[in-house]
């Protein structure tokens, strides 16, 4: 990195961070190691799979994940875009 807009990279991580300390951490009351790992655990996939967020347009990060993916074209599809069909490149 050039150390331009380091602040914007990391902003994400942070709020993510953030919540996690907000939303579990503080509010947890763990025995022990385990346990909070656990528990921990248990958060992120819940903040994943089922906490929807305002700036996602009130979906999942899965959900948008995952659209962003299966929409994707794969490899074979757009090597033959590139080159174009046997038809073009015999004619």
């Given at each position: 990195?050039?150390g ?65 993916i ?18 073009e490149?015999?004619?």
């Open positions: 990195m050039d331009r807009g380091r602040c914007m990279d990391n902003i994400f991580t942070e709020r993510l961070w953030r919540s996690v300390k907000y939303e579990e951490v503080y509010t947890g009351e763990y025995e022990n190691l385990p346990q909070a790992r656990e528990n921990l655990g248990r958060y992120l996939v819940f903040y994943n799979e089922a906490r929807v967020h305002q700036a996602l347009g009130y979906k999942t990060p899965a959900e948008v994940y995952f659209a962003k299966s929409s994707e074209p794969t490899n074979e599809v757009s090597c033959a875009n590139r080159l174009g069909s046997s038809s490149r015999s004619a």
